[in-house]
C-alpha cells in the first residue's frame, strides 16, 4: 500500500481542517464554485471526479471477465452480498439509527439528506482499493480482477434503479433527470474511455507508466474533493460536530455485517481462503467517489448527503484494514471448515 493509501484517514482530517478554515475564510470562492454548474453537474467536481475515477478504472481488465467460471461459487456469493444486500442493509441500518435511535441528535430536516447519502455509498462496490485490500489478505488476483470487472459492467445498469427504489422506499424525491445523467457521467462514459484507453496503452506499452503516473493525480483529486465539500459543510459541521461520528456508525457496522457474511457464507459453500478473503473485501466494499459524484450533482454541495458521503471517505481505511486482520487472523478457523 503506498504512502497515500496507508495514511487516507489522515490526509482526509487535514483536508476537513482545510475545508473547514478555507470556507470560513475564503466565502465567496467557494460560492462562485458552487455555481458553476451546467444542468444541475458542478462542473469543478466533475473535473475532479473523473480524475479520481479513470486512473481506477484503467486497471480494470474486462477480459480477464471469462476467467469468471473457474470461481464462480465466490463470485456468485461476492454478487449476491454486493446487489443484493449491501444497499438494504445500508438503508435499514441508516433508518434504524437516524431516524430512530439518533433522532434526537439530529437536525429532523436533514435525516432524510443524511440517509440518502449512506444509499449512495452503498449502492455501488469499490472499483480501486479492493485490489490493495486483496493483496493484503493473499487474495487470488485473478479472482479479484474478474469480480471488480464484472461489477463494473452491472454498475452500469444497476446503480440507478437500486438508488431509485430505496431513495422511494426511504420517501425520498427522486430526481431521475439528474440520476440518470450522473450515471452517463461519472460511470457509462468513464468506463468506456477507460476500456479503449487501456487497449492503446496497452498496444503502445505504456500502461503501467502511465498508472503510476495518474496514482497520486485520483488520490489529489479526492482530495480536494473533500476540501471543496468541508468548505462548503464547514459552518454546519462547527456547529453539529457530533453529525460525523453519528454517521459514521452505521456506515462502520454495515462494513463489519456485509463482510463477514460474506466470509461466513464462502465458508459453507467450500471456497478457498485465497478467494473468499477478496469476496469479504469486495462484498463490503464503497465506490465513495461515485456516491460522492452522485451526492453533489443530486442534492448539492451542502447537503447531508454530500456530509454523508464523505464521512465514508474518512472511516474507509481503518474500517477496512480492521477487516484485512479479521480474515488474515481467522485464516486457520476458515481452512478447518472447508470440507
Same mark, same amino acid.
Given at each position: 500500500?503506498?504512502?497515500?493509501?496507508?495514511?487516507? /484517514?489522515? $490526509?482526509?482530517?487535514?483536508?476537513?481542517?482545510a475545508g473547514i478554515g478555507l470556507g470560513a475564510g475564503l466565502p465567496g470562492v467557494f460560492q462562485t464554485l458552487g455555481r458553476a454548474e451546467l444542468a444541475h453537474i458542478n462542473l469543478p467536481v466533475a473535473a475532479l471526479i473523473w480524475a479520481m475515477i479513470l486512473p481506477m478504472l484503467l486497471k480494470i481488465d474486462y477480459s480477464a471477465l471469462h476467467e469468471g467460471w473457474h470461481q464462480r461459487r465466490g463470485i456468485g456469493v461476492t454478487l449476491a452480498i454486493n446487489w443484493l444486500v449491501k444497499p438494504f442493509s445500508m438503508a435499514l441500518l441508516g433508518y434504524v439509527f437516524l431516524r430512530v435511535?439518533? +433522532? &434526537?441528535?439530529? &437536525?429532523?430536516?436533514?435525516? &432524510?439528506?443524511?440517509?440518502?447519502?449512506?444509499?449512495?455509498?452503498?449502492?455501488?462496490?469499490? /472499483?480501486?482499493?479492493?485490489?490493495?485490500?486483496?493483496?493484503?489478505?493473499?487474495?487470488?488476483?485473478?479472482?479479484?480482477?474478474?469480480?471488480?470487472?464484472? =461489477?463494473?459492467?452491472?454498475?452500469? @445498469? +444497476?446503480f440507478a434503479p437500486i438508488v431509485g427504489l430505496l431513495l422511494g422506499m426511504a420517501s425520498i424525491i427522486v430526481p431521475w433527470d439528474t440520476l440518470f445523467l450522473s450515471v452517463l457521467l461519472y460511470i457509462v462514459i468513464p468506463v468506456l474511455l477507460a476500456y479503449i484507453g487501456r487497449r492503446m496503452l496497452l498496444t503502445q506499452g505504456w500502461l503501467d507508466a502511465v498508472l503510476r503516473m495518474m496514482d497520486p493525480v485520483s488520490m489529489g483529486a479526492l482530495l480536494l474533493t473533500v476540501v471543496l465539500l468541508f468548505g462548503f459543510q464547514g459552518g454546519q459541521i462547527l456547529d453539529q460536530p457530533?453529525?460525523?461520528?453519528?454517521?459514521?456508525?452505521?456506515?462502520?457496522?454495515?462494513?463489519?455485517? =456485509?463482510?463477514?457474511?460474506?466470509? $461466513?457464507? %464462502?465458508?459453507?459453500?467450500?471456497?478457498?481462503? +485465497?478467494? +473468499?478473503?477478496?469476496?469479504?473485501?469486495?462484498?463490503?466494499? %464503497?465506490? @465513495?467517489?461515485?456516491?460522492?459524484?452522485a451526492a453533489i450533482a443530486l442534492f448539492g454541495f451542502e447537503s447531508g448527503a454530500a456530509l454523508a458521503t464523505v464521512v465514508g471517505v474518512l472511516v474507509e481505511v481503518p474500517v477496512m484494514l480492521s477487516v484485512v486482520g479479521i480474515v488474515n487472523?481467522?485464516?486457520? $478457523?476458515?481452512?478447518s471448515g472447508l470440507s
Amino acid at each position: 500500500m503506498g504512502l497515500f493509501a496507508r495514511y487516507l /484517514t489522515l $490526509w482526509v482530517l487535514l483536508c476537513i481542517l482545510a475545508g473547514i478554515g478555507l470556507g470560513a475564510g475564503l466565502p465567496g470562492v467557494f460560492q462562485t464554485l458552487g455555481r458553476a454548474e451546467l444542468a444541475h453537474i458542478n462542473l469543478p467536481v466533475a473535473a475532479l471526479i473523473w480524475a479520481m475515477i479513470l486512473p481506477m478504472l484503467l486497471k480494470i481488465d474486462y477480459s480477464a471477465l471469462h476467467e469468471g467460471w473457474h470461481q464462480r461459487r465466490g463470485i456468485g456469493v461476492t454478487l449476491a452480498i454486493n446487489w443484493l444486500v449491501k444497499p438494504f442493509s445500508m438503508a435499514l441500518l441508516g433508518y434504524v439509527f437516524l431516524r430512530v435511535l439518533f +433522532a &434526537d441528535w439530529l &437536525d429532523p430536516g436533514k435525516i &432524510d439528506a443524511y440517509i440518502a447519502g449512506l444509499i449512495l455509498l452503498a449502492a455501488a462496490p469499490c /472499483t480501486a482499493m479492493v485490489f490493495v485490500w486483496s493483496r493484503l489478505v493473499g487474495g487470488h488476483a485473478q479472482f479479484t480482477l474478474t469480480q471488480v470487472a464484472l =461489477n463494473d459492467i452491472i454498475m452500469i @445498469f +444497476a446503480f440507478a434503479p437500486i438508488v431509485g427504489l430505496l431513495l422511494g422506499m426511504a420517501s425520498i424525491i427522486v430526481p431521475w433527470d439528474t440520476l440518470f445523467l450522473s450515471v452517463l457521467l461519472y460511470i457509462v462514459i468513464p468506463v468506456l474511455l477507460a476500456y479503449i484507453g487501456r487497449r492503446m496503452l496497452l498496444t503502445q506499452g505504456w500502461l503501467d507508466a502511465v498508472l503510476r503516473m495518474m496514482d497520486p493525480v485520483s488520490m489529489g483529486a479526492l482530495l480536494l474533493t473533500v476540501v471543496l465539500l468541508f468548505g462548503f459543510q464547514g459552518g454546519q459541521i462547527l456547529d453539529q460536530p457530533l453529525v460525523i461520528l453519528l454517521l459514521a456508525i452505521p456506515i462502520t457496522l454495515q462494513v463489519y455485517f =456485509n463482510s463477514m457474511l460474506t466470509y $461466513w457464507l %464462502n465458508r459453507r459453500l467450500g471456497v478457498v481462503h +485465497a478467494v +473468499a478473503g477478496p469476496s469479504a473485501l469486495i462484498g463490503a466494499s %464503497n465506490f @465513495f467517489e461515485l456516491a460522492v459524484a452522485a451526492a453533489i450533482a443530486l442534492f448539492g454541495f451542502e447537503s447531508g448527503a454530500a456530509l454523508a458521503t464523505v464521512v465514508g471517505v474518512l472511516v474507509e481505511v481503518p474500517v477496512m484494514l480492521s477487516v484485512v486482520g479479521i480474515v488474515n487472523s481467522t485464516r486457520q $478457523w476458515y481452512e478447518s471448515g472447508l470440507s
